[in-house]
């Protein structure tokens, strides 16, 4: 077991560079845009928010069936990791949960979401104990290769699965969190160097302008 952990970790560097080089590869470009949350964004997504977010059919970490429409009465934090992730999934998740902490001490109720995108090693049972110990509030969501594919695609979110024949196997991914608002969908983006303070605020802002 010492052997494997240790395998595991050495290629924790190879893995959080591949996955930044995912976020970059996912990247969409940004441009001024006017409306009534103008004030709220430092950048907005060229084409309009009505161009990322859409339709999709999961399963919750409960075994509970659920779409869009089931956060549709919301504000809603959406992540695309997994659970397995060395470092970089588990930091944006917690990063996510303490401006949701943040927002609560406001008054404002946000949802923070986590879909995983490894179909092949997240059952129920890992992805409700990962969820439960980011927050109380987190609801994971997962679901056959093809639900995973097609939530992302209508995110415009990145993923790729590495060789599966090794049991430590890396997944690529974007590192975006998707912000959407009851009655808009989605509206912002937010990075990863975005701190929980700067995320409470924009979120803050959103809410009050919706």
Known sequence: ?????????????????????????????????????????????????GAIGGPFTLTDHTGTQVTQADFADRPVLLYFGYTFCPDVCPFDNARNAEAVNLLDERGYDVTPVFISVDHGRDTLEGLAEFVSFMHPKMIGLTGTEQQLRDAARAYRAYYAVQDTDDEFYLIDHSTF???????????????REATPQQMADRVACFIDNA
Do not use: D, K, W
Request: proline share 3%.
């Open 177 to 191: 969190t998707y912000l959407n608002l009851p009655g808009h969908g989605f509206v912002e983006l937010f990075r």
């Open 1 to 49: 077991r010492g052997a494997l952990m240790l395998r595991r970790y050495s290629i924790m560097a190879a893995g959080f560079l591949a996955l930044v080089l995912g976020g970059l590869g996912a990247m969409v470009f940004f441009a001024p845009e006017q409306g009534q949350f103008a004030q709220c964004r430092e950048t907005s997504i060229a084409g309009g928010s």
